[in-house]
């Protein structure tokens, strides 16, 4: 038999811990002493060190007397708490990931609660943000359906367990699509395709717009790359290796029946100029952190190269 004094001996825990149990029914006297002290046994201490670890683990002093009384089973308190703790840990990353970005960004007081407010959105409200997105900056126009359908199905999606990086990307990405300048930026360019389809139309031929595309599709990876090989050994724009790059990008254009020349260039130039937008490519750099996609390496820099390269190779 044992004391609540050698009780609290034995596990550390303080007697007015252990009498406080003890009273909330929680760990019944085996015995009294003639002097009516409370006295407790073996059965007495192991029970009163699942209580202590129940509570360590956050559960109620209630909900602990029903799995001591057998009316309730651990394993299903447990998986109860689970849930709890996993919504719990759910809110507490999705602070962190807002506290860090106001301590990155150094952010002013209603940015800080815009972010915590697109923070908080569910899957269905990051998705309409999306749609939303892609409405503004192609209603209306005749652009090409089949390549707006695959930038309006690449949807961010969060895990229901993030990485403070993916709250962070999202928290970005979502000020990226709501801000008015970059949404002008893709409406410039989806106007700019709209009015590429409009001209061939009128003409019966392929215009730049359509064959630039094509010529990205079919060589730009390979012409980007060599323009990044460049760029990182040093070599300028204006060099013999940029004026072949040129060369080689104006003849995808004379495939339609345009002429090469100063004016040629420069109007390659202006369009793959408007579409280098850091901001365009870091749409994809984000959603890409967002899914869990492999990273997408910036190509801007190399894209700005090539624009040099041709008007270069034009004067």
Do not use: C
Not at 14 to 28: A, C, H, M, N
Not at 236 to 242: M, Q, V, W, Y
């Amino acid at each position: 038999m044992f004391t609540i004094g050698e009780l609290s001996r034995r596990t550390g825990l303080p007697v007015k811990t252990i009498r406080f149990y003890s009273d909330e029914g929680l760990l019944p006297p085996t015995d009294r002493t003639r002097a009516g002290y409370r006295l407790y046994d073996t059965r007495a201490l192991a029970r009163l060190e699942l209580v202590r670890t129940l509570r360590e683990l956050g559960i109620g002093l209630a909900e602990i007397r029903a799995v001591l009384g057998r009316a309730r089973r651990l394993p299903e308190l447990a998986a109860k708490h689970v849930e709890v703790l996993d919504e719990q840990i759910h809110v507490l990353r999705t602070r962190r990931a807002v506290l860090r970005a106001v301590m990155k960004r150094q952010s002013e007081p209603d940015e800080v609660r815009l972010m915590n407010k697109l923070a908080a959105m569910s899957d269905e409200q990051r998705k309409r943000l999306v749609d939303e997105f892609w409405h503004e900056v192609t209603d209306g126009l005749d652009v090409n359906p089949e390549f707006y359908d695959r930038m309006r199905q690449a949807k961010p999606e969060l895990p229901d367990d993030p990485t403070p990086e993916q709250l962070e990307a999202w928290i970005e990405f979502a000020e990226l699509v709501r801000d008015p300048d970059f949404r002008a930026l893709i409406r410039g360019m989806s106007e700019q395709q709209a009015a590429g389809r409009e001209r061939d139309a009128d003409t019966g031929g392929d215009g730049w717009a359509d064959a630039l595309s094509r010529a990205q599709a079919q060589r730009w990876g390979e012409w980007s790359e060599r323009a990044q090989a460049a760029l990182d050994a040093g070599t300028p724009p204006g060099s013999g290796e940029g004026r072949a790059l040129a060369d080689e990008i104006a003849r995808e254009g004379r495939e339609s029946g345009e002429s090469d020349g100063p004016a040629l260039r420069h109007s390659l130039a202006d369009r793959i100029g408007r579409g280098a937008d850091a901001r365009a490519e870091r749409y994809w750099q984000l959603l890409a952190t967002i899914n869990g996609w492999p990273p997408i390496p910036a190509r801007v820099p190399a894209a700005l190269w090539i624009v040099e390269a041709l008007r270069a190779s034009a004067d």
